[in-house]
């Protein structure tokens, strides 16, 4: 969603790199084009107005005139002033100390609830709750049936006692839902109210008998965040007729430019929520406005990306591969096939590696990263016999025009997916010796052993061997050695070139608070 507000910003911050000190032109160049950037994302105007005002009063002040590096220092205070407008601290769920404890969703018709109900039942059942959805939306036709449904995919319970499509009295479903939860043990009621195509009286006054029924622990207003800046007037409009705690944004993966996860709370001073990133019931995430602010300034977000895998992959299969490094075995396909599965859990492959940082100088490649290659690649190895995944080499012509026959894959696609796996295999062969992943220096873990890197710097024993004794070759030597050529296009895990020829994006560059934030990552 805010892909082109991260394009113009850092571009923007581009353009100050490399410059000793800045003046107040540079200061008020940077500033112009970051107010652009946001009205272009279609951020509320006094939004923009206030953001740019403390940026440039900032940047102007002693902090960035006494800083070894300006540019970064503006990056920073870029980054805190995002922070700020998304709500600062995340913002938690209430619990009620006696059970249950109430949430009650309004917004708009078309706004995504009874789909945000389920996600947020989903998420809140994985936290060990038991949540009860109620079908408090009695107008719109077929609710009750769809929040029913979603329900039964989420695996919670639902309070439907009322047809709906116009028959019954939500005020009165709402109330009894209560006593039903009580009497069958949920912790927690989420109540799916009613909305329209656009605000009136009648809406508000029903939300209002609602929410003066169940007296709920907390009001989340649903907004798409599509519609730009006319979010803004629909939850005030909301906020002065029924009033809510908190902000849930939907659609949050969609292609608009994200004015109304920018705006909302810094109009409303409610905080957002949660955000919902996708179709699936699965795609929902807390909101973090730290987190977010990094997204958008291009340096990514390792906590949710760690979070993500960690639910994704199962200890008893990582502890197995660790053991199977220590010990010196052999990395085989069905070690290969879990990780590929396993990273599939994680979501889409464009999303994940959107978290990492300095991604956004490889959006072209990430583009073209098809998902689909893991359901090929699983489709391949499934069509191996179990000697051939324990050991490949045995793998012949004749028996890779079967495997590809049974995958439904050319014979092409499973030679390039052995030769991948054999640079795999002698990756995971170095990584267990210690030696760290070859081509990412500095990294923990991955950046080779103090006596490999100690050789590579004296040039070791093989090196001096192949020095050529005529001072001009051994010239021509030692440049080539010190400027290796670009890795080849299609050496990525899935042959697509990911990133070919990009440099790696440097921490130095980063504000030092997201450089603090990989060092707590790495200490975890």
């Known amino acids: ?20 000190r800045l003046s107040e032109a540079d200061v008020d160049a940077a500033v112009r084009e970051i107010r652009t950037a946001l009205l272009e994302a ?5 939004v923009v107005r206030g953001f740019c005002a403390r940026v440039k009063e900032r940047a102007l002040g002693s902090e960035v005139s006494g800083a070894l590096n300006p540019a ?3 990056v920073k205070i870029v980054h805190e002033e995002l922070v700020a407008v998304l709500g600062g601290e995340t913002r938690r769920l209430r619990f009620a100390k006696h059970p249950p404890t109430v949430i009650m969703l309004v917004g708009l018709q078309g706004a995504g609830k009874t789909t945000l109900a389920g996600k947020l039942a ?19 036709p077929n609710a009750v049936d769809q929040l029913s449904v979603v329900a039964q995919r989420a695996g919670v ?40 195509l656009a605000i009136d009286e009648e809406l508000m006054a029903q939300a209002r008998g609602i929410r003066d029924a169940v007296e709920p622990n ?21 906020e002065e007729g029924v009033g809510f705690d ?26 957002v929520m949660f955000a919902s990133t996708g179709e699936k019931l699965d795609e929902f995430e807390q909101f973090h406005p730290d987190r977010m602010a990094s997204r958008i300034l291009d340096m990514g977000d390792m906590l949710t990306l760690i979070e993500t895998a960690e639910k994704a992959f199962d200890e008893k299969q990582a502890a197995e591969i660790a053991r199977k490094f220590e010990a010196g075995d052999d990395f085989t396909l069905d070690d290969f096939l879990q990780q590929m599965q396993a990273m599939k859990k994680m979501g889409s492959l464009t999303k994940l590696m959107g978290m990492m940082p300095g991604m956004g ?18 489709a391949i190895i499934q069509s191996m016999t179990p000697q051939e995944r324990t050991n490949s080499k045995i793998i012949d012509g004749s028996r890779r025009a079967r495997i590809a026959k049974g995958s439904g894959v050319q014979v092409s696609e499973v030679n390039n997916l052995l030769t991948r796996f054999v640079e795999a295999q002698k990756m995971m062969k170095q990584v267990g010796r210690g030696g760290g992943m070859p081509g990412i220096p500095g990294m923990p873990g991955m950046g080779g052993s103090k006596k490999s890197r100690g050789k590579q710097a004296s040039g070791g024993k093989k090196s001096k061997k192949g020095r050529s004794g005529n001072p001009a070759k051994r010239a021509a030597q030692e440049a080539a050695a010190a400027n290796p050529p670009a890795a080849a296009p299609g050496s990525g895990l899935f042959g697509a070139g990911a990133g070919a020829g990009v440099a790696p994006p440097s921490l130095d560059d980063l504000p030092s608070e997201f450089q603090q934030l990989v060092a707590d990552t790495d200490k975890k």
């Open 218 to 238: 907390e009001v989340l207003f649903v907004v798409d965040a599509m519609i730009g800046q006319d979010a803004v007037n629909t939850a005030l409009s909301f």
């Open 42 to 46: 279609d951020v509320s105007l006094p």
């Open 246 to 271: 908190g902000v849930v944004l939907t659609k949050l993966d969609g292609d608009a430019r994200g004015g109304a996860a920018l705006s909302v709370r810094e109009v409303t001073g409610r905080p």
């Open 157 to 196: 319970g639902v309070y439907a006692p009322q047809p709906g499509n116009g028959v019954g009295d939500p005020v009165t479903v709402a109330r009894d839902s209560l006593v039903y939860a009580k009497d069958n043990a949920y912790d927690v009621v989420i109540v799916d109210t009613a909305g329209r």
């Open 122 to 140: 989903k998420w809140l059942d994985g936290q060990d709750h038991r949540t009860l959805l109620v079908a408090a939306d009695l107008q719109r």
């Open 72 to 74: 970064q220092q503006v």
């Open 1 to 20: 969603m805010f892909n082109a507000l991260s394009d113009r910003l850092s571009a923007t911050f581009k353009n100050l790199r490399g410059k000793g």
């Open 361 to 378: 100088e490889v959006k072209k490649q990430l583009e073209q990263v098809d998902d689909r290659d893991i359901d090929r690649i699983a």
